[in-house]
């Protein structure tokens, strides 16, 4: 299935814009594959930094942002654990609890369900 696409239109220096023309053609590959493949890297490096995420932690917490923002930046499972951590703060005495159920395995893994078999290295640690 096809990742729905939304158009950018964004000013930028035009000497960076010559150098990225420049890059992308000796890599053969348009402007906008170039860009799309650095921001999402540079949005990879900034979600695994600690800085960043003790941030947004913080910003969720204090409600600048909601749980929907969380979970596209860090993913379902972090925003999962953080909303069930908020929620338990202002309880007496404090204990996650949470409201609705939980996703089913295809929902919260985007319908990849990992499985996990023993392998070779796995016995012989046992042993």
């Keep these: 299935m096809a990742e729905e696409r939304t158009r950018v239109d964004f000013n930028a220096p035009r000497s960076l814009v010559e150098r990225a023309d420049q890059v992308a053609e000796v890599l053969d590959i348009s402007r906008t594959r170039l860009l799309i493949d650095a921001l999402q890297e540079r949005l990879g490096n900034i979600t695994d930094d600690e800085e960043f995420r003790r941030r947004m932690k913080d910003a ?68």
């Design 60 to 127: 969720f917490y204090d409600g600048r942002i909601d749980f929907g923002a969380v979970e596209v930046v860090l993913g379902t499972e972090e925003a999962m654990r953080l909303k069930l951590l908020r929620e338990s703060l202002d309880r007496e005495p404090a204990e996650p609890e949470l409201s609705g159920s939980l996703p089913a395995d295809e929902e919260f893994y985007h319908g990849d369900v990992p499985a996990w078999s023993p392998d070779e290295s796995d016995s012989e640690k046992q042993n």
